[in-house]
């Protein structure tokens, strides 16, 4: 049971493990953050809502590193380009939508 | 609660016209009739061939990408029958209909033009690309299949499966009368409450769910696949236009499935999305719709824009002139197409300052658009023109459709819009894109690849005639309604009262004849080459002195596509092979190939999803969910199913390979002037590189 092949399996999943751990810690202090600034009224109005909005990226970007193992080496440069060009279109869609939508509205108020 | 939901006698269309007989009901009633001949003719015919056991084993289960993208082809010839005998059949009412109100009836007029877009599109345009795509890509990077092949053959037969319920629609009850946009409160339950917008939103959901798993399909495919030394930058441009498409895919399938989503839930369960009142808002529809629409039109035409890159270097026997220009164009399309959705409904009611963004922004794709025209047409200058079928296709689309680039840029100006939008003009614009920057694409596809397929090539003659029909009758049916158009005819009518417009409407009805002609012709040529298949084979598979991976592979391809994958380091690898001296020389080593299995599964999925739409239609509860819960079982069953593939032993594929190198060996080498004649041996003439 010490083949080479195990141990090399045995440390890849050391450090998967430990991916794992440092991502859930990272988000739950995170999240944890994002629920202390309206409950402990640290931040008011719209300070509050972009130390959350904040928040979020940080979240979303922990996510990327740890969970979908996203950085900047180059065997993961696709992986990246492809998730900033997700954003990209993402943001063209419902920004766009966004903004059709509630000029309508407002037009038609 | 009865049985068969709410599905009554005298829903299906042979009680219907009976009971009311008029020349509309007869002519639906024929319609369902053809649909039940041939589907009863098919199945005669297949037990006449005693094939049932290899249209089974060969195609129906099949996991093989070259068999599904055939199987696509197929559905999309068969629907493109459909769709182009209603057009014909709605220009006959619209010539005969001037100051009367012709022979059909208004409803089944407006179920026409819906049944001819929604099948144009969703059962004609996409299953022909993505057969081709899905034929062609995995070849051409030097991949031995798609990487997921079970999600490949499921994604056809949900296609499928909303095409059967586009024929159910002939026979049981009727289809949407909303046209292909579907647009609420129209489609919603109250103004629309009869099956037919259910028919339309559960066979689209089919389609739309199908493209989108291909799309991820085709993505991934071509990120991982690829062979070793083809970077992205040596794909051919046909990858790269499929990789665009594919991203569009993604993106672009959601909102409509959202929308139809939406558009079910308040047709079934009284929500409110798109109401009148209550809340309710329809511009939320039109705008996911179009969010969908207008990606949908790049992606419709984006492979064809690859095809034609392949079709001017190979027939002008030089490499692509501007390559990185082109995909760099491509890229840009894909992009751009996601910021001008608006330009479908510029009077529909927001701001000018939006109106001038999106119309702006719609111009703007007039640039890439334009580079590739002079891409193609300075790799044909000082070329080694073959004037094959598939050049003339695509000498005819440039030309045609620099037309309907330019009044897509007249269009794009809202105000011009706020004149002509819903009319005639807007239709011309849209066939004159589509019909050249699809179809003649797709057609010329078919003349080029079709070799490849099948060890033949198809019959030039026939192919010539086909083009003349296909061009003569395009602008003759659809340069009228430019004039129409801009003297206020609008889109969608029976009948018009003026008759000063009869002389534009017959030529409008001649030309749509040539282009049935053009169908029916195309077919022959299929026919005749088929008879003449001896004096037409290509055994060594390169009949076109190709340039790319594909041609290097025996026609038709095994199975695992090539024996040794391929190493790549260049640009038109399959140029430089033969340059190099190099074609058709043995490998030193042949390794085991692991295929998949066939597999039922995805067969049943698609059958079981149309028998789930068919009850979701017609209110049958029991035949729905059960329907649902068969897809899932199948799903799961599957997931336990530890066999999925086979292996190739290495020795078998080395005795398959040996024998057919040398028998191209043994094959006369065939000039490139000698292309189009029966000397062509599949084996190109290795002169010096070009
Ligand atoms: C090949 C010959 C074709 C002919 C003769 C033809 C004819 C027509 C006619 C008469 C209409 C109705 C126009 C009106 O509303 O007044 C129409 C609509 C339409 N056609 Fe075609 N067509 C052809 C090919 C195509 C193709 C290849 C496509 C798409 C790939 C297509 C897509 C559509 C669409 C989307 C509509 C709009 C349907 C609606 O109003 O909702 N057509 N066509
Ligand atoms: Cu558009």
Known sequence: MTGPRNEEEH????????????????ALILTCAAFAIPATGLLTGLAALAGIALLGVLQIAVHFRWFLHLDLRRSHRHDLQLVLFTVLIVTLMVGGSIWILFDLHDRMM | MSLLGIL???DIIFVKAWQNPSISEAIAAGAGGAAVLGALGAAVLVTWLGAWRTLWTGWLTSLDHKKIGIMYIVLALVMIARALIEAVLMRVQQAAAVGDPGFLSADHYNQLFTTHGTIMIFFMAMPFLTGVINYVMPLQIGSRDMSFPMMNAVSLWLTVGGAILMMASLIFGSFSTGGWSAYPPYTGASFSPGVGVDYWIWAVTLASVGSTLTGINIAVTIYKRRAPGMTLFHMPLFCWTALAVSILMIFAMSPLTVATAMLALDRYAEFKFFTNGDGGNMMIYANLFWLFGHPEVYILILPAFGVYSEVFTTFSGKTLYGYRSLVLATMCIAVLSFTVWLHHFFTMGQSAEINAAFGIATMLIGIPTGVKVYDWLLTMVRGRIVASTALIFSSVFLVTFVVGGVTGIILANPDVDYQVHNSLFLVAHFHNMLIPGL????????????????????????????????????????????????????RRMRSWADPDWWPWLLAAEIGAFLLLGGLATLLMQFWVSVRNRRALAVPGGDPWDGRTLEWGTSSPPPEYNFAVVPQVDSRDAFTAVKAAGRAYSAPETYEDIEMPKATMVPLAIGLLAAACGFGLTWHIWWLALLAFIGIWGAVILRSFQRETSRVIPAAEVARQHEAWLEMVRGLPQTPRRAGLTPANSGRAEQGEPA
């Open chain 2, 8 to 10: 009554g006698w005298s």
């Open chain 2, 439 to 490: 179809l003649f694409g797709m057609i010329a596809a078919v003349q080029v690849w079709f070799p490849k397929a099948f060890g033949f090539r198809l019959d030039e003659r026939w192919g010539r005639i086909s083009a003349l029909l296909w061009t003569a009758g395009f602008y003759l049916a659809f340069m009228p309604l430019y004039a129409m158009g801009l003297g206020g005819a609008m």
């Open chain 1, 11 to 26: 440390e890849e999943l050391r450090r998967e493990r430990r991916a794992l751990t440092i991502g859930a810690v990272q």
